[in-house]
Every structure is written in C-alpha cells, then in structure tokens.
C-alpha cells in the first residue's frame, strides 16, 4: 500500500459526458502528478501540482483539467469524453517534486472505460 | 516522442533463473535512472534506481546496471521468483516528471 487513495476504481460512461477522478496523496507529500496508460502505451505525464499550484504540464488535452485543494487532495477533470480517452488513470505523490532523487508514490489507478 | 524504449514486451523464466529486462534511452540529459515494478489491479512500486555517476547498484537480488556511452540500463534479478512475476518499466526523471518506457512483462515459471 503506497499511500496514495485514488477513487473511483473503476468508471464506465459514454461519449461525450464528462468524469471527475479523485487522488488522495500520502500524508505529508505536497506534490501531486497525474499520469495516463493507454492500451500499449506506457505512462504518459498529464499534469503536476505543488501545494495547490500547478507546476508542470505534459501531454494534457484542453479537454482536461485539474485542481489540487487546499487538503491537497486532487481532482482530475475529463470532458467532451471520446473513445480513445479509455485508459488506466494514475495518481502519483511526492514529498516536493522537482527533485531528481524524489521518488514518486503511485495509488491504484481508475480504470476508465468510454463506451 | 520514443526517448525511451524497452524492445521487449514480454520475458519468460524459469524460476531461480536470471531475469535480464532491457531499456533504451536517447535523451543524454537523462541523469538518473529508475526501475519501477507494477502488479495488475495495483500502480508502479519504485524497485531500485542509479544515478548517472554509478555503473551499478544493488539490492538483495536486483541489480542495476548503466552504461551511459550506450544509453543503455539494465535490470537484472537473481534468482528470479514467481512473486516477481509483474510488468516492469525503466523510467527517468526529468523536469518534474517521470518518462516511462513501455513495460516488459516478465513471468517468472515455477
């Protein structure tokens, strides 16, 4: 058990609606990352936030967004959802972030199914 | 953007045998290197990591082998056991993130 809480585990919905997935980061760690697994794809780095900021963006859609609360909890928006959006959606923790060194914590993932 | 590639999806092995999983990369800014460990249903488990001034770094039966003029890093686990048995990706820090290769999965045979 790293530490790190996503929910739902899984989530199946159609074209075109939208999801809210959420990551509870272990106790203490201000740095958030979302990460996506497409079918034979390795992980892809959406989006980072530090205590509440966003910090780094990677191959994030317009149609996606994402916050980190005040409790650091963080929420993962998706919207307009397409097929190709189907995917493992991880969360990952650190202490910081930023440093090479920092290991980074991975919750469970939500499995995403757009149908 | 392939800057990292592990050429083999999959690994079979007998048990108490060497288990090799390869990883490629291009981006010589890549300074520090790390092997992550995922079980289905669960996310990646940091394994073992080196840094770009080693060759080689141990733990117990998994050792991680560099070399930087080939870009090329290497996961070895000795012997192998069947609850080693998982997918496993080479991944490398940069700015904030990390970059994954694609996975190697390895079954380890008892």
């Known amino acids: 058990d790293s530490g790190v809480t996503q929910t739902p585990k899984h989530l199946i919905t159609a074209t075109g609606q939208r999801v809210t997935l959420r990551c509870s980061p272990r106790s203490g760690d201000l740095s958030v990352y979302w990460y996506q697994q497409s079918l034979d794809q390795g992980l892809q780095f959406l989006i980072q936030?530090?205590?509440?900021?966003?910090?780094a963006k990677g191959n994030i859609l317009e149609r996606f967004s994402a916050q980190q609360f005040p409790d650091l909890h963080s929420e993962l928006n998706l919207s307009s959802l397409e097929l190709g959006d189907s995917a493992l959606y991880f969360c990952?923790?650190?202490?910081?972030?930023?440093?090479?060194?920092?290991?980074?914590?991975f919750g469970p993932g939500t499995r995403l199914l757009v149908l | 953007d392939q800057q990292v590639k592990q050429n083999s999806p999959s690994l079979s092995v007998q048990e108490g045998r060497i288990s090799i999983l390869n990883c490629d990369y291009t981006?010589?800014?890549?300074?520090?290197f790390l092997w992550y460990k995922k079980y289905p249903a669960e996310g990646p488990t940091f394994l073992i990591s080196i840094s770009s001034i080693k060759d080689k770094n141990e733990d117990g039966r998994f050792t991680v082998f560099l070399n930087k003029s080939a870009k090329h890093l290497s996961l070895h686990i000795v012997p192998s056991q069947p609850g080693d048995s998982a997918v496993y990706f080479c991944a490398f820090p940069y700015g904030n993130k990390l970059v994954f290769g694609a996975g190697t999965i390895l079954r380890v045979k008892s």
């Open positions: 981006n010589s800014m890549f300074d520090y």
């Open positions: 990952a923790s650190s202490v910081v972030g930023g440093s090479l060194q920092e290991t980074q914590y």
């Open positions: 936030y530090y205590n509440g900021e966003e910090r």
